[in-house]
């Protein structure tokens, strides 16, 4: 290509940058007075690919589609995961749009279509009035998968485009549904890469105010299950055999932590080195046990904290968010604490929990409201500051 050419590339590219970031505009104005929100969310930031619908706040649609592939490796492998989001992507947006509007609506005549072509049959397509994704954090091939797409999105239909913090996501999972907490709370978010107790003092002011300064929640479970030899994601079942289990049967290191901090490396070597001294067989024999063991500490220090953020914040108002909120045992334990000190409870349902399109598409609601977009040039990012 010439040096003139690429030139004319860049500017036409510019233009069309700069008509998506002007219609954003023009279209949260719009929609503020008059009309309904519909957007279309993708989360890809691990290995679940998924797409979800949702009109003025409500989910109309949430779909996941989940890898296997990494079950043999006993933990995600970041190239496999990308190249099966490229595989998965078209289909979970198609069939998201799909269960969201099982009949194609009827096109919004006050939005112009740019490109006639775009019209039918992708009418489903024209309904949509924002294209939000999951921009950090996450793993980077993953997240790019689903920035590029829903950029490209963006940019073909000239629709806004809104970029969404996954963790912050996890936290308004809570605001899905009729049974939502009123401001401010506190969220304890559990995942397999982070443990955070956020202070939400309303959709778009959230502070985090105690982390895991090593391992997460989640990791504790899968790391622990791996030394059980149970295959990757171990903590499902970790919760699974600690149904049949004593909690009480063995003691394993609860790590003093200051502040509202985390640490959960000490349990994982914990485990590790009793399991060392163990005759061959034991596992098997204690299997149930164990986990239940292992859960109720893990879970015992997710909650000595949250106790502790409740006093210190004086919020009582409490919600947790994140795969580890889909454990059962996690999901008790909350309830009992929260009748012994009057805390009001917030539990997601379990689709909820884990990695999913409806909790980017619930925050990027809040974020359109607050006229909150994204430039084409916006980047995904594997860390974690927010
Ligand atoms: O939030 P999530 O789906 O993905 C991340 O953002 O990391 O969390 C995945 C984590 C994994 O570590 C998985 O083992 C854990 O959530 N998890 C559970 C349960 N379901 C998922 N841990 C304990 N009990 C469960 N029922
Ligand atoms: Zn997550």
């Known amino acids: 290509m010439t040096r003139g050419k690429k030139q004319e590339t860049r500017n036409k590219n510019q233009g069309a940058r700069d008509r998506v970031r002007n219609e954003c505009f023009t279209f949260a104005h719009l929609k503020l007075e008059n009309l309904s929100t519909c957007i279309l969310a993708i989360e890809s930031s691990c290995d679940e690919t998924s797409a979800s619908v949702c009109v003025d706040g409500k989910i109309l649609s949430n779909f996941i589609a989940n890898q296997t592939v990494h079950e043999q490796y006993g933990g995600v492998v970041p190239e496999l995961a990308s190249r099966a989001h490229m595989q998965n992507i078209v289909p979970v947006v198609d069939a998201a749009l799909s269960n969201a509007f099982p009949q194609p609506p009827t096109p919004n005549p006050q939005l112009q279509t740019p490109n006639p072509k775009l019209q039918t049959p992708n009418s489903k397509l ?11 954090p996450g793993l980077i091939g993953s997240l790019l ?3 590029q797409f829903a950029k490209s999105l963006a940019l073909a239909l000239n629709k806004p485009l809104i970029a969404v913090h996954h963790m912050q996501a996890h936290v308004l999972a809570n605001l899905i549904g ?5 401001f401010p709370f506190l969220c304890l978010t559990v995942s397999g890469g982070h443990t955070q107790i956020v202070l939400a003092r309303s959709p778009l002011d959230l502070e985090v105010i105690g982390e895991t300064i090593d391992d997460a929640a989640g990791e504790a479970f899968d790391k622990s299950a791996k030394l059980l030899g149970l295959p990757y994601p171990g903590g499902p079942l970790i919760d699974k055999h600690a149904k049949d289990g004593n909690p009480l049967t063995f003691k394993f290191a609860e790590p003093q932590i200051p502040e509202l901090n985390f640490s959960f490396s000490g349990l ?5 080195y009793f399991l060392k001294k163990q005759e061959p067989g034991f596992i ?12 109720y500490t893990i879970i015992n220090i997710l909650l000595k904290k949250l106790k502790k953020a409740v006093q210190q914040t004086g919020v009582k108002n409490i919600c947790i968010a994140g795969g580890v909120s889909a454990n059962n045992g996690l999901r ?5 604490m929260g009748e012994k000190h009057g805390w009001k409870t917030f539990i997601p349902p379990f689709e909820y929990c884990t990695d999913n399109a409806a909790m980017i598409a619930i925050t990027a609601y809040y974020k359109y409201l607050a006229g909150e977009f994204s430039s084409l040039e916006v980047g995904p990012s594997a860390r974690a500051e927010w």
Do not use: M, R, W
């Open 126 to 136: 024209q309904t949509i009035d924002a294209i939000a994704f999951t921009q950090a």
């Open 268 to 272: 994982k070597t914990s485990v590790l």
């Open 145 to 147: 998968v689903g920035a």
């Open 284 to 295: 098997e024999k204690n299997l149930d046990d164990l986990c239940a063991s292992i859960q």
């Open 178 to 182: 009729d049974n939502k907490p009123a």
């Open 332 to 336: 008790k334990g909350l309830q009992e």
